[in-house]
Nanobody, 123 residues
Framework: QLQLVESGGGVVQPGGSLRLSCVVS????????IGWFRQAPGKEREGVSC????????NYADSVKGRFTISRDNAKNLVYLQLNSLKPEDTGIYYC????????????????WGQGTQVTVSS
């Protein structure tokens, strides 16, 4: 069984924070860059951030740069996305995915996907 399972989503007010987690099982996390994506109802999925397989390089979408932070702990099979200064437009389902690259190349094809966790930013 090859799985990524996201957690940590919820409902927060604008300006609030959330910490999303992605736990991986069934494959060697060390071999994959990891990306976070999000999708709002009626909208196409968009890339948010990605991190290289060894964690030494990261990239962010312009819309979240300076507010979100991606990190990973390969020994614990965990990838995180810290969401700060949240805005209503950050609302959506957030997915983590294992990318077919070792580098922080956010546009690389995803090999494995999680089921998503809902983030809602509303007053």
């Amino acid at each position: 069984q090859l799985q990524l399972v996201e957690s940590g989503g919820g409902v927060v007010q604008p300006g609030g924070s959330l910490r999303l987690s992605c736990v991986v099982s069934g494959f060697a996390l060390d071999y994959y860059a990891i990306g976070w994506f999000r999708q709002a109802p009626g909208k196409e999925r968009e890339g948010v951030s990605c991190i290289s397989a060894n964690g030494d390089s990261t990239n962010y979408a312009d819309s979240v740069k300076g507010r979100f932070t991606i990190s990973r702990d390969n020994a614990k099979n965990l990838v995180y996305l810290q969401l700060n200064s949240l805005k209503p437009e950050d609302t959506g389902i957030y997915y983590c995915a294992a990318l077919t690259t070792l580098q922080a190349t956010c546009g690389a094809r995803a090999r494995y996907w999680g089921q998503g966790t809902q983030v809602t930013v509303s007053s």
